[in-house]
Structure formats: C-alpha cells, structure tokens
C-alpha cells in the first residue's frame, strides 16, 4: 500500500479525508485506484495521458517529471503540488 | 567554515582554479555581444508606450523604405500560436503566451511590450526605422498593484481568464485572479483560540529585478538549407531550442542554439524574448542577425520577480508554533505564472507545525511577465513569516533563534503538501548560529540592532547529459551542457576528477552547443552540480569499467578480477600485483579497443533540500533613514561543498541580493504604469561599497541522495536576508517594518510618522 496524501482542494472528493492507504504498483495504478474512492481525482491530476501542466506529482516529498508508469514501492507517499520552478 | 566530518575526498572540498577564469580575467570569454559574423545586421525593437492598450493598427511601410533596412516584423509574421499548455523545459508554457510576449498580436499588457522590429545594415539605422512604425492604440486603464487587480472591479487584462481551481472549477466572472490554491491542516480556528500570543499583520513586498549585469542578447542565423543558428545568453540552450521550435512551428533537430557565456541570469534568463524575432528578421533579410536589450529594455520588458502581498497570522503556545493562516497574493506580471505556488509550499518549512491555512492567489497585472528569480517566491513568504515569529518571540520573551529551534523541522517532519522531510539540516543551521562567534558577540551602540531569520528551497533535479572523453595523453574532455554561471565547469570536472581518482587539472570542461551533447534542462533550481555532477559521476564509472575491461584484457583476467582505484587499475593475485595506470591504458587505448568514452545521461531523483539561517547587524540613522549593514553572518546546510569557494560566493551573492531586495530595489511607477527608474543610476542596487564581507559557515550534511552528498546551494541564501534585516531594524529602532523596500525615505516617514 502507498499513502496518498490528499491536497485540499481534493478532499471533498475523499469524503474529507486527508491521507488514504491505497494499492498500486505504479502511478497510473494509484491514481486510478484513488479514483475509485474519490471520483474525479485522477481527471484533476492528469490530463492526456501526462500530469496536468499545473501541478506537479511528488513522490516521497520529491516533485519531478514522473511517467505514469513509475514504480511505486510498499508506503510510498504520494502527494500533488502546485507546479514550481526555480531561478 | 564549519563542517561536521572530515572530508574522505582528494579533490573534493579543495579550491581549484576555475577553468574559464584566464578568458574571462584577460576579457576573452565570448559573450552574446561579442558574436560578428559576415554580412551580419543589425535588428531593434518597438515596445509599446502603454501599459494597458488593444492595438488597432500596425502600419510598417514607411520603416520598410528606410535606408539601410532589410527586414520589418511584427506579430503577423509568426505562425499562429495554439492557445494551449505544454511543457518546453522551464515548466508549462502557454503556447499563445509565449509567442504574444515576445510580440504582441491584438493587445500590450505592460509598457515595454514588444510590438515591432526592424533589422537594418546598422542599429542606428535600425533604431531611425522604428520611429516611422505607426501603431494605434486604443488605451485603456492599467492595473498596477496586486490587490487592486484582485478587485471585483478592477481593469481586466483578458476578458477569457477566470480564476482556476485545483478542482477544476473555474470563477463565474473573468478575473485577474488566474489560480487559486490551498494548502491545509489541523484545526487552525481552535489553536488560536488557545494560543498565548499572536501576531497578525501584513506584509507587502515590490516588484524587483534580478539584476544580471549583461542585458538579454541574441544573434540568429536562418540558413539556406532552413536550419537555424541561434548564439544567445541562457541559462538553458535546450529549452531556448524548444520553445523556438514550438513558435515558430520549425522541427527542433534543425535549430543548433549556442550558449554563450552569461552575465548573470538568477533565473531571468530562461525565458526567450529575442531569438525568435532574431531568427525570422534573419529569414527575412537573408542575413544574420544581432539583437541586444538596453537596460531599459531589460528592466521594462523581461521578467522580474512578484510584487507580494501577504496577510498573516501566526499564534504560539508554550513556545510551540500552533496554528498559522496566510493569505498569499503574488503579481504574475502580463500573463498568469508567478511563483506563489512555491511561496506557499515553501513558507513554512523550516518548522514544524500542526495547524496551518494557506491561501495562495496567482493575479496578473499590467507588468512585465514575471520570470524566475533565486528561489523564485519563497524570499517574500519568508519576509512575513519569518518577521512574525521575531515578533512571537520579542512577545513570549524567548530568544528569536531558540523560538526557531524548538520548533524546527527534523527528519520525519511533514511539510505543509502532507509530504515527510528526508535527512534535513535546519536544525543544524540554527545550532551553528546559536554558537556562532556572531551570535555570541554583543551589539552595542545606539541605533544598532540584530536579526535573524532562517530559509528553506526545495531543489531540483531534472535531466542532464554528458560525454567524457578520455585523451592518449591521460587527459579527458568532458562535454556537459549546462551553461556555466557559478562555477559549475569547476564542480562538475572536480566530481569526475574525484571518480577517476586523478588531479583536476587533468580534466577540461567545455560547455557545448546542443548539437553537440544530449539534452539538459536549464541552469536554474540549484540543480547543475546536483544533477549534472550525477551525470559525471555516472561517466566517470563508465569509464572506469572500460578501463578495467582494458587492462583486464592484457592481462588475459576477466574484468571483474581487476579493480579501479585512485587512477589505477590494479590486478591482485595469491603471487603477484599488476598495476596500469589512467594515463597507460589512455595511451594505448587504440590499440586496445578504440577510444574510451564515458557517458552520463539521466534524470536525477533525490535532490535534497536547503536551509539556511542569516544573522545580521544594522545601524539606522533616525534622520536619514540610512540602514548600514554592519556585519552579516550567513549559515547554510550545503550538503557537501565541492569546491567551497564556489559555495561561499553563491551565499554572499544571494545574500547582497536579498540586502538590496529588503533595502532599496523596487520597480517605481507612475499611475499610467510607466516605470520611472529603469536605469541602474535609479534602481538602486547594492554596490561593494554597501555591504561588509559576509561571513559564509558551511554546514556539511551529506545528501544521502548523491554520490558527494552535493545540494543545491545557489538559490536558498536569498531566502531569509529580507525578513533578517526587518528584524535587526525591529531591534535598532523599535518599529516593525512591513513593508519593502525599507528604503532611507521609508525609513524617515515611518520613524517620525510621516506616512
């Protein structure tokens, strides 16, 4: 299981619930299972295939460029941020 | 300098020269500016005079019969843009955007916005052109300041931008609000309730300029067989290449971008401006083609950093951070995309705090499209946080430094997006302050006063290429692609050096073109030493197992039963030791297989972030408002510093930054949204003569996500110097200051209420 930690303004989609233990191998798994609890999750995060232009997927704290088919290990966290860059 | 461990390192933490310092002390280096080539012209831009005006009317005949004139642009000339996202390197684009900043098509948002250009056999001639361009206006109101576009009925600068929400909704009524986002935890409401002290106020910060010293620059060359050349100042040739392809719809493998040595960028020189206008005046004209920005052009039409207005609210109990609200409101500048995003992600995160709302609003405003600049959005968040807790601390009667241990982030600490720290340094940080000769020293005298602050960046890591080519004579020439700005060619070449095991002196960096190396993301994100010295470390391990392969093949073994170490390869056996030297199996690699090539090529993951806490020391003439910077004191958990010269000058560099952000630097205008100091003799930037040595302590705390435990250390050290020097005024002179810049008249009006 990976924890999903659930942004804000996605929690009303979660039941209002913050954090969620769900099941997945890789990315695309997650949010797809996460989207079974909380429909319309994975739609706000991803969006042709790629993740939205305007958030950023960060696995175990770490924003990066991640494909949908990144491995997820047993208590991963995964969470969605706004976009960043740096100077 | 400080540092937790003994280095095990030969040749990092050693202080080399920097390969490129002859050419660049001697004057030879090779800048945008420098760039001729045969029948080379000259081209210029039109910028609006407004601020805020549809454009009814270009008419460019009469440029075009100008003497000398070859060519004449405008938005017409460029393919259609596709109002769309896409991610070009820099983060996502919009491609309309983009393409409308560097010429405007149906409307000017900001005075300065480019309209026009002309290309002529001289700049003079290029310059008496554009003058015979007639454009007409349709003016209209411009909206400056980032609360007043935040009103219901504010100008709007498009009528088809409503505010956006993480949920996908989307406001009623257009809005100059582009984004909204929210980060959130806890019962905030019931912590205050039961806090012991709380400070609530507002703190607004001005929209402010990088600074670079050489203006933006571009020379293209559109060739008879349709590629393009592209010789220009970026911090990221391959993200220039990309969005040049993408506006003007050309295929990116017949553009080659050059990058020339750079006069500074801190972020403001990863957005094109020039080079596409100098590519299509170059298709035009049959001719190569220089454009250069003046310094007003700089100050008016690139891309500074937000003007902020933050609204907050922090409570304490028992000395414990409980419960924070902010309300953070950023200027993006002509088109959506500041950085309030980082502001609010980074905000907090020197701490650890159960309770917290943050708010964060992306507003537009008849501006300059803001760009990056050093840890883009987090010097504002820390101005206001970190002047509240100053203030907390003052009230509960805790010293301001302890207040900020006790409630530090650790290992396991959740930042405000839910995520936990892996191994960070603040704590480390505020422990070498707290026992800092600095810290420990007494501030005497009257008007004088002592402040500190921390600061937290999150680092990047991104993709970077390199080649490694070993030489016959032992030597090897790494190709990287990664423009050089702080001293990165030494960092870089100093991490292969240590991999090989052989002096730096042997090793010759080179920054390529993009025709000439693989793909990297830019400078930019404290990433280039990080991510590209992984990329060199996984070259030089490339190498090393050639080596082995080698030697082992002379020595009839397999490659296993050999072992590389200190720039020899070395055979073990029951009866005997065979030894080959780097520069003997170099020397013969020709006839042992070929030239021996490493290669790194990667997406580098584990990028680890940066702390820091400043100490600072002011006097405050009561009657001139004149703060002088008595003694500075930056310490910054720097992972492992390769080379720390390098390290202390990325510090100081942030550190004088921040001092002209938090003392003089802002963007000045008038009502109809000209700036009135566009010029270095009115933007008052800090000087040599405006600040001491600023003492750099590196506080050594290995990355476990790198190889040499490198972070990133270019961009935190801008983070905390604003709210610093508030709170050492705070200490001087008794008056909060909430507001930036605390410039001499500031100063003045609000010690003798004035304002």
Known sequence: ?87 | MTTTERSPYKVIGTRPIRPDGVEKVTGKAQYGADVRLPGMIHGRLLRSPHAHAYIRRIDTSAAEKMPGVLAVLTHHDFPAARDEMQELGEGAVNLKELSDNILASDKVLYRGHAVAAVAALSPHQAEEALKKIVVEYEVLPPVLDVMDAMRPDAPLLSETRFTREMTGQKSEKPSNIASHLQFKSGDVEAAFAEADAIVERDYTTKMVHQGYIEPHNATASWNADGTITIWTSTQGPFVVRAQVAEVLRHPISTIRVIPMEIGGGFGGKIPIYLDPVAALLSKKSGRPVKVLMSRTDVFEASGPTSGTHIALKVGVKDGVITAVKADLAYEAGAYAGSPVGAGALMMLSPYNIENFQIDGYDVVVNKPKTSAYRAPGAPAAAFAIESALDELAHKIGADPLELRKKNTAREGTRRVDGTAFPRIGHEECVDAALNSAHYRSPIEGPNRGRGVASGYWINAGMQSSVVAAVNTDGTVNLIEGSTDIGGTRASLAMQLAETLGLPFDVIRPTVADTDSVGYNDVTGGSRTTFASGMAVHEAGLDIQRQMRERAAKGWGVAADAVSYADGRVTLKTDSETKELSFAEIAKKAASTGGPIVGRGSLTARGAGAAYATHIVDVEVDPDTGKVTILRYTAVQDVGTAIHPSYVEGQIQGGVVQGIGWALNEEYYYDDDGRMANSSYLDYRMPTALDVPMIDAVLVEVPNPGHPYGVRGVGEVPIVPPLAAIANAIADATGHRFTSLPMSPRRVVEELHGLS
């Open chain 1, 1 to 87: 299981m990976a924890m999903v930690i659930v942004p804000a303004p996605l929690r009303d989609l979660c039941g209002g619930a913050a954090r969620l233990d769900v099941a997945g191998a890789t990315l695309e798994e997650l949010l797809r299972n996460v989207d079974a609890l909380c429909p319309g999750f994975y739609g706000r995060v991803i969006e042709n295939g790629q993740v939205r232009p305007e958030v950023a997927v960060a696995i175990n704290g770490e924003a990066a460029n991640y494909p949908l088919f990144e491995p997820l290990s047993p208590g991963s966290e995964v969470t969605i941020i706004p976009a960043i860059g740096g100077g």
